[in-house]
């Protein structure tokens, strides 16, 4: 190093002298030439030492940031940034539809009873095959029918079995009687008090009974008394009886009853809830096979009350006090016929 010293001298020398000679014209106008060179020593020369900043990551210098927003964004950077943030949307957003509700069916008055019959077919409780016994007639097999003729009517005498012993049950055939009609418009009158709205009610029946008689036609008062069977009845009219059976038909009989001569109850229990018929009842339904087995027990006891009495060309009509029906009798008033109730009192 000391030998090329001298040299390095000698090369600025000539520079400087170089510099000094040439015209101001030839340098460039914003030249400016150095007055003060500082040439190398031997002397140590202290070092400064100053950091470096690391260079920077190239991945850090864009930023690109994915976000769930539609379009694209891109933000220019003011003069003192150097990085350009871009946004670019990596999905599209879809609306989701909301549920649309069904509306339940409506149930109409023409649903309801099949609806109530399909409830009814849930809660039913199915029984087995065998949950009845086998035979459920108490009354044992089939009544047989017997033809038979009492005092000139044909009845038919059925016996049902059943039990230690047979019970046998005649049941008068409903006899037919040929009744003249008239319309009740050419009766001169009509009934008297409640039964003339019935009458006119019921222009069948009106015309099977016939005109009311009496002119003009009266009702007559006179002490009655009734009592149900277990198919049929029994009224008494101050001396006259009628059966009246649930087949349709009546049987008059005459009251002999003679009170402390005849008996007043029956010698007979009858079964448990039922009852026998007393004095004149009792004589008939005892003296008379048909009408006992036509009637069978009672299922009241006699009751006693006023009946009010009115007679027509062909028939009666009868109403009991207190009660809404009137017995309507359609034939002889002392044989037998028919009879069927209506609606009314007198």
């Known amino acids: ?15 400087v002298a170089l510099a000094a000679c040439t015209p101001e014209e030839a340098l460039p106008t ?5 007055t ?3 040439l190398p020593t031997d002397a140590a020369q202290p070092i400064t030492r100053t950091s470096t900043p690391a260079p920077p990551d ?4 864009q930023i690109a940031i994915e976000r769930t927003v539609p379009g694209t964004l891109t933000q220019t950077p003011t003069p003192s940034e150097t990085a350009t943030v871009t946004v670019t949307a990596s999905q599209t957003i879809t609306d989701t539809p909301s549920p649309t509700a069904t509306d339940l069916p409506t149930i109409g ?8 019959l399909m409830d009814y077919a849930a809660q039913v409780t199915l029984l087995p095959t065998d949950f009845f016994p086998a035979d459920l007639t108490p009354l044992g097999p089939p ?16 016996s049902i079995g059943g039990g ?9 055939i409903t006899p037919v009687v040929s009744v003249p009609t008239s319309s009740a418009g050419t009766c001169p009158f009509l009934p008297p008090g409640g039964f003339a709205t019935a009458y006119a009610n019921n222009p069948d029946l009106a015309n099977q009974l016939g005109c009311a008689l009496g002119n003009p036609p009266t009702a007559t008062v006179i002490p009655g008394a009734y009592q149900t069977f277990q198919q049929g009845r029994m009224v008494w009219l101050s001396g006259d009886i009628y059966v009246l059976y649930s087949t349709g038909g009546y049987e008059y009989y005459a009251d002999t009853y003679v009170d402390g001569s005849d008996p007043e109850t029956s010698s007979e229990t009858p079964p448990d809830g039922l009852f026998a018929p007393l004095r004149g009842f009792l004589k008939v ?14 299922l009241t006891d006699e009751i006693g009350s006023q009946a009010t009495v009115a007679d027509f060309a062909n028939g009666r009509m009868i109403s009991f006090e207190g009660r809404t029906e009137i017995i309507v009798l359609i034939g002889p008033v002392n044989s037998i016929g028919s009879w069927r109730t209506v609606a009314g009192q007198y």
């Open 30 to 34: 914003q030249a400016v030439l150095p």
């Open 285 to 298: 339904w005892s003296n008379n096979a048909t009408v006992r087995s036509g009637l069978g027990w009672g």
């Open 143 to 158: 009544p047989t029918q017997i033809p038979v003729t009492v005092s000139g009517v044909e009845i038919i005498s059925t």
């Open 164 to 172: 230690n012993v047979p019970v046998t049950v005649v049941t008068p």
């Open 36 to 38: 003060l060179a500082q």
């Open 109 to 116: 008055p023409d649903d309801r009873p099949l609806m109530g």
């Open 1 to 15: 190093m000391r030998g090329v010293r001298p040299y390095l001298i000698l090369v600025l020398s000539l520079l």
């Open 58 to 61: 190239p991945e850090e210098a």
